[in-house]
């Protein structure tokens, strides 16, 4: 896997709204060192709150890639943005783009790229050189975060551990695997785009073996649960190789994402079912914590929605945004010895 | 999905030995309705048994489609292949390739066919149309087989019971997901091809509502156990959505196939995996029985063997092979009501 040049300038384009920038605005929030600026086309509304930089201002503050990490209807690349995305070529930045419409389709992207000796990354595409997994015990630690549905905050729990984990001095790395997240951790592979034999063998690729002691914190993607997705899970779950999962969920979620009419799993059964699979490839992996959205819920509805949780699952129960993640860090480092200290 | 046009011719190049036609050998064995004969090119030592005919003789005698159903080192097609290849658009039929090598990416075979008003088929190329999957409930009956490991004989078992429900006048087809099953069913998706997103959504088209009263039998792959390609087989779990399972096995096999050192899962577990997973689309999903491969075994061995199955899994335990696949095919029609029968 090849590395996002840093540090990036962020491209919102004309975006009207916060969802359209939310790739953005994930890489502004997990990584502000890696971001010297943002750039906004004619219209824009939105603002990450990083300075404002022309391609030119950007490269001589030191930026290396410009991030086109928008979402537009449809995921093409208008001419505007083309204009731009070859504007930046010339500046001297790399390209890296998020979106379905990929910039090596375009070929005057590619000769701008060609003609600056610069790279593009279509971080949508996983690499060519993807294998099968083999399932063999590697070297290492790795956490996984799982879940009930898809977007319960799978990549923000994550993140959040990663976070309080370095606080800690304790070595721990996120690894990405979608594409927000690959921004965020400059690679990693979009585990939903590999053809599916090579599911699992892209989740060895992304956490190999490693022996200095730290953990893999390995993004999650969908659910065992979903029907439309989850043969990801299961791949991801036995590529993994998982010591530790955190199984993620939404409070009140009214139904499985997309997918009108179809509850949501309990989490015992959840949880059950991805420590059963999670052992094919990892005799020894348990759960050591959940992490909740409980956005719909009041703050004392949500505190007692987790008591009840921690009481049934007997593990840590926590909002990673209103509550934060220590005590899921605190049982995490409990269960495995301290060696992963720095 | 577009149906491969029959009868067909098929092409056994300079094949040395018996492996790598195989694929032509399922469909000679399953389909010989399907066959007109075959085609050696100088070398070949091998033979099906069927007539061998010149391209322009397989025409006068209906032919179709060549049918270029071998396994050759790297899965390339030699000048010679490209050759007969267009030979054969050229006398008037289309061409169907299982080789990982397209024919479509050689440009004098995809003219040839143009000129000829032919089709050409790479059969390990998923359909461009591929939707994400629902779970949402739908009309028909359909049984998938599952099993222990890879190539534990899921193909062969599913075959075996549409062609013993067909001789009962029971309403069957067989549903490809392999490729050996796409030339035999004449259509089909290579379901370990797929982008994984559309695993189980594959499965929903391939295997879409029915209401005629009669069963979609589905091919399975891989093995919920196989940490290559478990997430292939949660996804069509899922897509398949069915009433029924058979778990296929093989005794004494010594490993997980290409995992030396990972034993098979006890058939119990199996099938209780297999079971949970596949009532998150049909709740009411249930086992038939158990397919096994006792070629390894004594005839005595297997019949002990599968009378222990019996009496551990309360399920009717056979060899296809050895001794035909009745008793199972008894158990489906008690399990559900006649009005399959046609």
């Avoid at 003609?115 to 593009?120: E, S």
């Avoid at 319960?152 to 997240?181: D, P």
């Avoid at 759960?287 to 004392?300: F, I, K, Q, T, Y």
């Amino acid at each position: 896997m090849k590395t996002i040049p840093s540090p990036y300038l962020l491209y919102l384009g004309d975006a009207k709204d916060d969802l359209s920038v939310k790739t953005s605005r994930g890489v502004a929030t997990w990584r502000p060192a890696l971001c010297v600026g943002e750039h906004s086309a004619e219209g824009c509304e939105v603002s990450l709150g990083l300075p404002q930089l022309s391609f030119t201002d950007a490269v001589d503050k030191g930026a290396k890639t410009l991030i086109i990490g928008i979402a537009n209807a449809g995921g093409s690349m208008s001419p505007q943005i083309i204009k731009h995305a070859i504007d930046a070529l010339n500046a001297g930045m790399n390209l890296a783009s998020g979106l379905h419409d990929r910039l090596s389709d375009h070929l005057e992207i590619v000769a701008a790229a060609k003609n600056n000796g610069l790279q593009i990354f279509d971080i949508r595409q996983p690499p060519n050189n993807l294998v099968v997994g083999n399932g063999r015990p590697r070297a290492g630690r790795r956490l996984l975060t799982v879940g009930t549905d898809c977007s319960v905050g799978k990549m923000y729990t994550t993140l959040a551990l990663e976070k309080e984990l370095k606080n800690r001095g304790v070595n721990a790395n996120f690894r990405a695997t979608g594409q927000t997240g690959i921004l965020i951790a400059q690679s990693g592979i979009p585990i939903d785009a590999v053809i599916a034999d090579f599911i699992s063998g892209s989740v060895e690729m992304i956490s190999p073996a490693r022996d200095d002691g730290g953990w893999d914190l390995i993004e999650g993607q969908g659910s065992l649960f979903h029907p439309s997705y989850a043969g990801v899970s299961l791949g991801l779950l036995h590529g993994a190789q998982p010591d530790a999962l955190i199984l993620c969920h939404e409070f009140d979620r009214p139904h499985m994402r997309g997918i009108p009419g179809r509850p949501l799993p309990d989490l015992a059964t959840c949880l059950k079912s991805n420590l059963e699979a999670a052992r094919v490839t990892n005799p020894d992996a348990i759960a050591v914590g959940v992490c909740v959205n409980s956005s719909r819920l009041s703050p004392e509805q949500a505190k007692s929605a987790c008591a009840e949780i921690e009481r049934e699952l007997g593990l840590p129960c926590q909002d990673p945004i209103a509550m934060g993640i220590n005590r899921i860090a605190d049982r995490l480092l409990e269960c495995f010895d301290k060696s992963a200290a720095a």
